[in-house]
């Protein structure tokens, strides 16, 4: 399958956001990779029939540089972890209740959160990496370098069904719900 790449509704044009702590949130869609495609019934297996797929990227800005491992940065990836999981609910519900196939992928483990897991889990670096061309480093985890942030960005990874254009609306919808503001 050729998906034509695809940024929010406009090409190149993500969704920037701000949260009441001033910590960024950029938000982008765009087609799946390869690998997901070849893989969609093995990562989503509740999934049976390959739908149209668009990937939302959600980056969210850290306090720390995400390289090392200690108590405050572990505490601050499961801070960023939630408040994904809390808006990747909402807006995995809102766009279910509209009829898309709709998921989101736990960071932490790689499995769906609304679905079976499958047999291999996602790599939400990796396809950051991929669809976007972060470079990454490679320590006992591996870590995006974002362009503004550097090594400060907590990837996650919303899969649905749904056109860019509905996800991109739903997503300005619930972010107020969320203390996130648009910004630029």
């Given at each position: 399958?050729?998906?034509?790449?695809?940024?929010?509704?406009?090409?190149?044009?993500?969704?920037?956001?701000?949260?009441?702590?001033?910590?960024?949130?950029?938000?982008?869609i765009?087609?799946?990779?390869?690998?997901?495609?070849?893989?969609?019934?093995?990562?989503?297996?509740?999934?049976?029939?390959?739908?149209?797929?668009?990937?939302?990227?959600?980056?969210?800005?850290?306090?720390?540089?995400?390289?090392?491992?200690?108590?405050?940065?572990?505490?601050?990836?499961?801070?960023?972890?939630?408040?994904?999981?809390?808006?990747?609910?909402?807006l995995?519900?809102?766009?279910?209740?509209?009829?898309?196939?709709?998921?989101?992928?736990?960071?932490?483990?790689?499995?769906?959160?609304?679905?079976?897991?499958?047999?291999?889990?996602?790599?939400?670096?990796?396809?950051?990496?991929?669809?976007?061309?972060?470079?990454?480093?490679?320590?006992?985890?591996?870590?995006?370098?974002?362009?503004?942030?550097?090594?400060?960005?907590?990837?996650?990874?919303?899969?649905?069904?749904?056109?860019?254009?509905?996800?991109?609306?739903?997503?300005?919808?619930?972010?107020?719900?969320?203390?996130?503001?648009e910004i630029?």
């Open positions: 399958m050729n998906y034509p790449k695809v940024y929010a509704s406009e090409q190149g044009c993500p969704i920037n956001l701000v949260g009441k702590t001033g910590q960024a949130v950029q938000i982008s765009h087609a799946p990779t390869k690998y997901i495609c070849a893989n969609c019934e093995r990562i989503l297996p509740d999934w049976k029939e390959q739908p149209f797929l668009w990937v939302v990227i959600v980056l969210q800005q850290s306090q720390y540089q995400l390289v090392e491992s200690t108590a405050e940065i572990e505490t601050e990836k499961e801070r960023l972890r939630e408040t994904f999981m809390r808006f990747g609910c909402d995995a519900f809102n766009l279910r209740d509209r009829g898309y196939l709709t998921d989101l992928i736990d960071p932490r483990t790689g499995y769906p959160l609304m679905s079976h897991p499958g047999a291999i889990p996602h790599n939400d670096t990796a396809v950051v990496k991929a669809l976007l061309n972060y470079p990454v480093i490679k320590n006992k985890c591996c870590v995006l370098i974002h362009p503004k942030w550097g090594t400060a960005v907590y990837p996650s990874i919303l899969i649905s069904e749904a056109p860019p254009t509905i996800i991109e609306s739903v997503t300005k919808g619930i972010a107020p719900m969320h203390e996130w503001k630029g």
